[in-house]
């Protein structure tokens, strides 16, 4: 499809937000990045049930669930249905590498916005060198917000950035789920590359094994929209990160280097009950992104406060089950570390 038909097309299917929000590329003044950590008292698990010919099952209640920790039964202190507003964060890359992919990525979360429900809340962010809140937690539904995306920048703090997003949840309830799209290609990551000459394994890195618990912990679905990956790669005039590490290892390092970058974010998305997702092109995002809100409209929501309430750092086993014969619980978290 030439280039000016396709741009015509995503103009009309993004008419709808653009009733809502006015994202827009420009430089703003500059702020201080900041951290909010926070405590989770209750553990969370979405849960998506299905019948026996693998159809989602809607209209089950709290009192349908069992939830068990290390093999205990666990009293359900939150319950949330499908109908429940939801609370999402997107959060996006804003480093030079993403440089090529601006349009992209500013039109593909434009698609997301349009397809959210009046009732639902959002939040927008982006990052390099620290999370930025560019909008903090609002309605849908209200006056219409201008949002400035700030120009891109050097570092790319990918991991502390997802941490924070999860942090910023901290007021929200009900539903809950974030949303970053990346090329995944962290600054510390990188650096760790160039001074050991070796691409470091995600499962023998314990930084970055300390950082997927940390996530973990949370409770709240991470979803990665991954772009320019070894998977989906688009044509960029350059790409230095690639180029510095072939420099220092060679080219074979330089592509397991792209192949760890993605396992990582593969790795961060899974222990959440999340998923990473590959768009080639605009076109795909919207498919995407409509199967994401499927997925999260299909769940339910289960919390609990643990019988054993000492942070102990052991990994503990979640399962949900549910009191109904001819169903089962198709997907749902099933450890975290306290």
Sequence with gaps: MPKTATKRKWQGGTSVLLCLFLVTTGLVAQEQPFRINVNVALVTVDAIVQDQVGRPVTNLEKSDFEVFEDGEPQDIAYFA????????????????????????MVQAFNVFLAL??????VALASFAGGLR??????NIEGKPKDVTVPAPQNLSYVYSAIEDG??????EKGRRGMIVMTDGRDTTFFNDVIGSHKVREAD???????LVQNVRKYGIPLYVIAINSDRNPFESTSDVEYTGVKNAIGEAGARKYLTEVRVRMEQ???STNGRILYPRNLEEVAPLYDAIGRELGRSYSIGYAP???????RV???EVRVRRDSVHVSQSRDSYTR
């Design 81 to 104: 249905t499908s109908e429940t507003p939801r609370s999402m964060l997107l959060l996006f890359d804003v480093s030079g590498s993403t440089g090529p992919q601006r349009p992209f």
């Design 204 to 210: 023998a890195d314990k930084s970055f094994q300390k």
């Design 268 to 270: 961060l998305a899974s």
């Design 166 to 171: 999860l942090a910023s949840f901290k007021n």
């Design 316 to 318: 503990r086993k979640i």
């Design 116 to 121: 959210m429900r009046p009732f639902d809340r």
């Design 307 to 313: 019988a054993n309430p000492s942070n102990d750092g």
């Design 133 to 138: 809140m560019l909008m903090p937690w609002r």
